[in-house]
């Protein structure tokens, strides 16, 4: 069963526009969750996170919303640049060092 | 320097041939984990030492070893290496406690492809 969902599996947004990536979870018991994101030929570097305890985490123009009661959460990406383009993967944790990551959503920022 | 490197980053092996992955870490990081990741599917986590510590997922607990001589290095182990391992295999690892909210840094991948 995977723990972590994502949608959609790919987007592409105008420069300038935002990009809105969904994730959900299964197991209630995740109080953690990192987006990494991951251009070609690189590992994924996380980008920015959240507790459950927050619903609502912003750096830059990156933004997590979070809805616990719903287990879902997203990712916004405001003023998408091309150098945006990258594949995002959303991410979750409890408290046993175990990390779960779903798909990944594959953006490409046109100019 | 957070930097994580992998050898080889690329890896040709023959079915029944076993394989051997390493990573290295600079970091001092308490914890060294291997994740598999298919095209258009999500890294999968196989296995992750805590400290000395080894803790293998269950479904994958017979098809991969590993090992980890010291701090720095972590090594994954295929005895017999099928069709199915093909895989892009990422290292990461982290200043894990067992608290949650640490920073995996991962490296650049290693790509099996199994023929």
């Known amino acids: 069963q995977q723990q972590v969902r994502q949608s959609p599996q790919s987007l592409t947004v105008w420069e300038g526009e935002t990009a809105i990536l969904n994730c959900s979870y299964e197991?209630?018991?995740?109080?953690?969750f990192p987006w990494y994101q991951q251009f070609p030929g690189e590992g994924p570097a996380l980008l920015i996170s959240?507790?459950?305890?927050?619903d609502k985490k912003e750096d830059g123009r990156f933004t997590i919303f979070f809805n616990k009661r719903e287990k879902k959460l997203s990712l916004h990406i405001t003023d998408s640049q091309p150098g945006d383009s990258a594949t995002y993967f959303c991410?979750?944790?409890?408290?046993?060092?175990?990390?779960?990551f779903g798909d990944g959503t594959q953006l490409v920022v046109k100019p | 320097d957070t930097t994580v490197k992998q050898n080889p980053r690329y890896k040709l092996a023959r079915v029944g041939k076993p394989v051997n992955l390493i990573c290295s870490q600079t970091m001092n990081h308490d914890t060294m984990y291997w994740y598999q990741k298919k095209p258009n599917q999500a890294p999968k986590l196989l296995l992750f030492y805590y400290d000395k510590i080894l803790n293998r997922e269950a479904d994958t607990f017979e098809k991969f070893q590993s090992s980890r001589p010291n701090n720095s290095f972590c090594s994954l182990y295929i005895g017999s290496a099928g069709l199915e391992y093909s895989a892009m295999y990422l290292c990461?690892?982290?200043?894990?406690?067992?608290?949650?909210?640490?920073?995996?840094?991962f490296g650049e991948g290693s790509r099996l492809i199994v023929v």
């Open positions: 990461a690892s982290s200043r894990g406690t067992g608290e949650t909210g640490n920073t995996l840094y």
């Open positions: 959240i507790r459950s305890v927050s």
């Open positions: 991410a979750a944790s409890a408290s046993n060092n175990r990390i779960f």
């Open positions: 197991d209630s018991t995740f109080n953690y």
